[in-house]
């Protein structure tokens, strides 16, 4: 590229996936393509108070107190959606009123190129270009394993997926199979390197003779982490626990109190952006199927045993996974006492699901979305 090219990555902080697929593609492409300059905004930082209470916390609390709720509007709203609809028409006009300072700050930074790792933005953008008021492409990352048919939206450049059988209900859903790349979801740069196991051990204090678990989520059903990091520490007198407690103060304090009991056989770690670390040294990983984290695990061959997914898109998530054999799911806290060490009794196992992780990983998403979007805008700034 002779100019200097920038590309807009549009992100919403509900849950953190969305924003860590966008800072992925930012992260990546300073060494990947120097001559892109990628910008990264939130959404939620340019839509009003009243718009972003409703959308985070009601989302938040349906999935917290009523997730068969959840479920259940999730699989209703599941198709492509008919423009003409009475419902579609007020979430629009809601939307729209709502975030007049997001499409305000699109046009002060003037970008050449948009990509969404969230389908509020698409839709927004999608209805300025049909309507002549924004001539920009535009693009979408699925951050899921499914696509769900909010993701669907008119007049986008591209599509980027997980996998195959997302592309095939995207083209059921009507768009172009030129559109749609299978790039995997997009990670930080620390997961597609190689990790110095010997080297984070020493870090983290950790055996790595001794089989080790990452604990990255409690989940709801399966009891607090607390409960689930004591049942697991007398299940197997050998195991090493890495508990992450993330930004929960007192979860972490409580965790600490607990290691030192364990004979070091805890490591209690509060908020980190060095997860891929834990991982290297880690056997298996106990998680909720979010698509970012599994992603990560995928990318480091790191075997799952995932735990009360979200109804809706972690299930689908979840499925995916156990399909292909890089997972098993515990029902609940006795269920995962079980799996835990049937795995751990079960090297041949946990070996056959670290090689099915690594033969479904796509460690390198980011640098192919950067690698389509800069060929496409190249493309339009030479269009001879």
Not at 162 to 173: D, G, P, R, T, V
Not at 322 to 346: F, N, P, Q
Request: charged share 25%; with cysteine.
């Amino acid at each position: 590229m002779g100019k200097k090219r920038k590309l807009l990555v549009i992100s919403v902080s509900i849950g953190s996936g969305h924003v860590r697929a966008a800072e992925a593609i930012r992260k990546t492409a300073l060494r990947h393509c120097p001559e892109l300059d990628v910008v990264h905004l939130d959404a939620m930082d340019y839509v009003s108070g009243a718009f972003r209470k409703a959308y985070k916390e009601s989302y938040l609390k349906i999935i917290e107190r009523h997730p068969s709720l959840w479920g259940y509007m999730f699989s209703k709203s599941d198709r492509a959606e008919d423009d003409d609809s009475k419902m579609k028409k007020v979430r629009l006009a809601f939307e729209r009123l709502s975030s007049r300072a997001l499409m305000d700050e699109i046009e002060r930074v003037n970008p050449d190129g948009v990509l969404c790792t969230h389908f509020l933005p698409a839709g927004l953008i999608s209805r300025k270009i049909r309507k002549g008021r924004m001539k920009i492409p535009c693009w979408v990352q699925v951050t899921d394993f499914d696509v769900h048919g909010l993701w669907f939206q008119h007049r986008m450049d591209g599509y980027f997926v997980a996998c195959e059988e997302a592309s095939w209900k995207l083209e059921a859903f009507g768009i172009d199979p030129s559109n749609i790349h299978i790039t995997g979801i997009p990670i930080v740069p620390p997961f597609t390197m190689a990790q110095d196991k010997e080297a984070c051990a020493a870090e983290l204090g950790i055996a790595l003779e001794k089989p080790t678990v990452l604990m990255m989520s409690g989940g709801e059903g399966l009891g607090d982490m607390l409960t689930l990091t004591e049942r697991m520490l007398k299940a197997d007198p050998l195991c090493q626990i890495i508990a992450l407690a993330g930004k929960n103060e007192a979860l972490f304090l409580a965790l600490t109190r607990l290691s030192e009991s364990s004979g070091g056989r805890l490591i209690p770690m509060g908020f980190t952006n060095t997860i891929e670390r834990m991982m290297a040294v880690s056997d298996i990983a106990v998680t909720k199927p979010g698509g970012l984290t599994s992603s990560e695990c995928l990318a480091m061959a790191l075997p799952m045993i995932i735990i009360s997914p979200i109804p809706g898109q972690e299930e689908r998530n979840a499925d995916y996974l156990l399909e292909h054999g890089a997972a098993h799911k515990a029902l609940d806290v006795t269920s995962l006492e079980h799996k835990l060490k049937r795995l751990m009794d079960r090297p041949d196992i946990m070996r056959g699901m670290k090689e099915k992780a690594g033969q479904i990983a796509r460690p390198d998403a980011a640098a192919h979305v950067l690698d389509i979007v800069c060929e496409a805008l190249e493309r339009d700034a030479d269009p001879s």
